[in-house]
T-cell receptor, first 113, second 114 residues
Framework: DAGVIQSPRHEVTEMGQEVTLRCKPI?????LFWYRQTMMRGLELLIY????????DSGMPEDRFSAKMPNASFSTLKIQPSEPRDSAVYFC???????????FGSGTRLTVV | AQSVTQPDIHITVSEGASLELRCNYS??????LFWYVQSPGQGLQLLLK??????LVQGIKGFEAEFKRSQSSFNLRKPSVHWSDAAEYFC????????????FGAGTRLFVKA
């Protein structure tokens, strides 16, 4: 298995632009998570899905952030409009059950200038 | 709500020396407990996990952790550190029953000196 695949690996964009981050979970994993990592705040859970349904989006910082999971093999995290304070590494993770732990992707490093 | 505390922001050990990374958690019941490792520029990798049973759990790369309910702790240990162990280590606590939410500690960065 190729693991959790995230794209792009790096994204540099200008303030105000729309940014879309993509994630392909491991086949057979029914839960997917989006995390944001910064030096100041560490790892923050933004949103997670079970069986493609959003369960908890309380970590999504603002309405500028949205996430979708149209099918079991794909999820997106969108920021519109982007701001410099959104600069961070965004991780996607998936699992087939809590007792298995998570498998993380390599992350997308987002820089908003 | 659950929380995780890793008291040490960074630790430096000599290669070949033993290692213990501390982790304390707050949760209403016995949680799922995890340790992850993150190398620079990479995602997190699961080292080991505890759900029930034997309180001493073995993981990959020669790591082990011990769950102590009385101390609400789940410390990570390794008897002999290798230079390749230099990384950031995260303790995490997960909900039991229903949700799959996992909360991560702030991390401990391990430096290994020759």
């Amino acid at each position: 298995d190729a693991g959790v695949i995230q794209s792009p690996r790096h994204e540099v964009t200008e303030m105000g632009q729309e940014v879309t981050l993509r994630c392909k979970p491991i086949s057979g994993h029914n839960s997917l998570f989006w995390y944001r990592q910064t030096m100041m705040r560490g790892l923050e859970l933004l949103i997670y899905f079970n069986n493609n349904v959003p369960i908890d989006d309380s970590g999504m910082p603002e309405d500028r952030f949205s996430a979708k999971m149209p099918n079991a093999s794909f999820s997106t995290l969108k920021i519109q409009p982007s701001e410099p304070r959104d600069s961070a590494v965004y991780f996607c993770a998936s699992t087939q059950g809590q007792n298995y732990g998570y498998t993380f992707g390599s992350g997308t490093r987002l820089t908003v200038v | 709500a659950q929380s995780v505390t890793q008291p040490d922001i960074h630790i430096t050990v000599s290669e070949g020396a033993s290692l213990e990374l501390r982790c304390n958690y707050s949760y209403g019941a016995t949680p799922y407990l995890f340790w992850y490792v993150q190398s620079p520029g990479q995602g997190l990798q699961l080292l080991l996990k505890y759900f029930s049973g034997d309180t001493l759990v073995q993981g990959i790369k020669g790591f082990e952790a011990e769950f102590k309910r009385s101390q609400s702790s789940f410390n990570l240990r390794k008897p002999s550190v290798h230079w390749s162990d230099a990384a950031e280590y995260f303790c995490a606590v997960g909900e039991r029953g229903g949700g799959f939410k996992t909360i991560f500690g702030a991390g401990t960065r391990l430096f290994v000196k020759a």
